[in-house]
């Protein structure tokens, strides 16, 4: 059974940092790309960032580049979301997703984290 588990979120004021870990199981890690998508209130979940399954290619919004970093660690079935400089719209449901490179079809998703950036 594939299990997706996010840890990290909270509140947080604006301009502050957190980071976010999504421990997965259950699958052959190395053979996954991983990311983070967020969802706020009332808006369509969006891409934050995204890791190649071997680590060397990123990707990331627009809205988050330079401020935050994805990162992974195949040894420890972990990927992680380094969140600085933190603004109020960066508050979402942060969810972990993990797709097979080699079989499309097997995605999977975390139950989400809540990060709160506020005064």
């Known amino acids: 059974q594939v299990q997706l588990v996010e840890s990290g979120g909270g509140l947080v004021q604006p301009g502050g940092s957190l980071r976010l870990s999504c421990a997965a199981s259950?699958?052959?890690?190395?053979?996954?790309?991983m990311r983070w998508y967020r969802q706020a209130p009332g808006k369509e979940r969006e891409l934050v960032a995204g890791?190649?399954?071997?680590?060397?290619?990123?990707t990331y919004a627009d809205s988050v580049r330079g401020r935050f970093t994805i990162s992974r660690e195949n040894d420890k079935n972990t990927v992680y979301l380094q969140m600085n400089s933190l603004k109020p719209e960066d508050t979402a449901v942060y969810y972990c997703?993990?797709?097979?490179?080699?079989?499309?079809?097997?995605?999977?998703w975390g139950q989400g984290t809540q990060v709160t950036v506020s005064s």
């Open positions: 259950g699958l052959t890690f190395s053979t996954y790309r």
């Open positions: 997703n993990a797709r097979s490179v080699q079989v499309a079809r097997y995605e999977y």
């Open positions: 890791i190649a399954s071997a680590g060397g290619s990123t």
